[in-house]
């Protein structure tokens, strides 16, 4: 379980660093456990440790549209910014919901204020 593995890290001689917080987000996300895998990147945040586009993407890729679209909005008020696949997992999460018009929403907002084109990757979901 890589919630154990993080946990015994922190007693052992082997530091808990970003890879292993993201392995252990993505981990959480595979197994619907939402709520844990943003516990987690809430602690990178306050940790030393700072969370990266991978450790967004891989907590958007497990929760509910509307949580996934807050951290996307967090994500691009941040120095951090986003990137194309944040887009489409979070329009992704919109979709699986049958959010449609909030994932056009999305789509919108990414148009008017991005830095980066939007590829393939991003327009699947729509």
Same mark, same amino acid.
């Given at each position: 379980?890589?919630?154990?593995l993080?946990?015994?890290m922190?007693r052992?001689?082997?530091? &808990?660093?970003a890879?292993s917080?993201?392995? &252990?987000?993505?981990?959480?996300?595979k &197994?619907a456990?939402?709520?844990?895998?943003?516990? /987690?990147?809430?602690f990178?945040?306050?940790?030393?440790?700072?969370?990266?586009?991978?450790?967004y993407n891989s907590a958007?890729?497990?929760?509910?549209?509307d949580?996934? /679209?807050a951290?996307?909005a967090?994500?691009g008020?941040?120095?951090?910014g986003t990137d194309s696949r944040?887009?489409?997992?979070?329009?992704?999460?919109?979709?699986?919901?049958?959010k449609?018009?909030m994932a056009?929403?999305? /789509?919108a907002a990414?148009?008017?204020?991005?830095?980066?084109?939007?590829d393939?990757?991003?327009?699947?979901?729509?």
């Amino acid at each position: 379980n890589a919630l154990a593995l993080l946990s015994s890290m922190d007693r052992s001689v082997l530091e &808990a660093d970003a890879i292993s917080h993201n392995f &252990a987000i993505s981990a959480c996300a595979k &197994a619907a456990h939402w709520g844990t895998a943003l516990v /987690l990147l809430t602690f990178m945040n306050q940790a030393i440790l700072e969370p990266s586009i991978i450790s967004y993407n891989s907590a958007i890729k497990g929760i509910e549209w509307d949580r996934s /679209l807050a951290l996307l909005a967090g994500m691009g008020q941040d120095s951090l910014g986003t990137d194309s696949r944040s887009y489409a997992l979070t329009m992704s999460a919109c979709d699986s919901a049958r959010k449609w018009g909030m994932a056009f929403t999305a /789509l919108a907002a990414t148009l008017d204020r991005s830095a980066f084109e939007l590829d393939i990757i991003a327009y699947s979901p729509a």
